[in-house]
């Protein structure tokens, strides 16, 4: 009998010291899910990872729904692009979550400004509506280039080396073990992928990852950023890419639709819905978006 209730102790303060475990995990929330794939590959069992827009959703939009601002209620950690990417639909989340942690400036917010040495598409000179829906601090699609996943991967571990001292050494293993798994990949991945240049793309989403691999952009769908196609546009367009042998149009999986087909087949090229990011778990997951994207998309 003494034994069973010793047994019965055991058991429950096993359960007791895995409920206290779980209770002192980190929450952390991503913007996007490629974000959202680079934190969980860092923090592994030590955090619960929630990510706001879903795979093939546009990050430019995103229905600020109730239920994402509860996920960002008791957040530790919110990772974000930045550079204006999420400006109409992030920034009312956080005022509806109550959550001062998480606001810019604090330890709890973290984008795409704590991560690149230089970022790309900045306009230059004046910056009126003339240019459409433009990203004026700066294109924000960073996590499109590997090398700053590596760099996003990176910073979080530093981060949550703050927040979880004890666990430090293995964040920056981790985030260490990625960078070299990508650093083997890389050589492929342009190789395979330069097959498709030059190019023409939807929306400039692609120009951290063309520069990386030294892809040629010819020209884009969109005559300005964010501003549907003319027809006087598509045809100039199509003249462009036979005088320029272009036999791919990249386009986001969430601009796929009969008007860009139209095109491709007008100017005899393969539309190629190249993702931002696909299903997966953690790094792998952000892994196998550049197998995809190397292997030209769907
Ligand atoms: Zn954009």
């Known amino acids: 009998m003494k034994y069973l209730q010793k047994l019965l102790l055991l058991i429950i303060t096993f359960i007791l010291v895995q409920t206290t ?13 490629a974000l959202g794939q680079i934190a ?18 546009d990050p430019h939009f995103v229905p600020p729904k109730p239920t994402l601002a509860r996920h960002l209620a008791h957040a530790d950690l919110l990772i974000a692009a930045g550079f204006g990417l999420e400006i109409g639909w992030l920034p009312p989340l956080v005022d509806a979550s109550r959550n001062n942690n998480i606001r810019q400036a604090s330890q709890g917010y973290l984008d795409g400004r704590n991560v690149l040495n230089k970022v790309l598409g900045k306009p230059q000179g004046k910056i009126t509506r003339e240019l459409g829906d433009i990203h004026p601090e700066g294109n924000p699609h960073w996590w499109m280039d590997p090398v700053n996943g590596v760099r996003l991967a990176e910073v979080i571990a530093e981060r949550l080396s703050q927040l979880d001292p004890l ?3 293995i964040y920056r293993q981790r985030a260490s073990n990625f960078a070299e798994k990508i650093k083997m990949r890389i050589p492929q991945w342009k190789t395979s992928i330069q097959r498709f240049s030059p190019l023409v793309s939807y929306h400039n989403s692609y120009l951290y990852l063309t520069q990386r691999f030294e892809l040629h952009v010819i020209d884009f769908v969109e005559p300005k950023p964010g501003i549907e196609p003319s027809t006087s546009h598509l045809d100039a367009l199509v003249s462009k890419m036979k005088q320029n042998n272009v036999q791919s149009v990249w386009l986001e999986p ?33 892994i196998n978006m550049f197998d995809q994207l190397a292997a030209g998309g769907k």
Do not use: T, W
């Open 40 to 57: 969980q590959g860092v923090a592994g069992e030590f955090a619960e990872v929630k990510v706001l827009a879903h795979v093939g959703q």
């Open 254 to 286: 969430y601009h796929d639709g009969s008007m860009v087909r139209k095109l491709c087949e007008l100017a005899l090229a393969s539309c190629r819905s190249m993702p931002d990011a696909v299903q997966g778990e953690g790094f792998d997951g952000y």
């Open 21 to 33: 475990a779980m209770a002192g995990n980190l929450r952390i929330v991503a913007s996007l899910p």
């Open 167 to 169: 666990h430090a050494d």
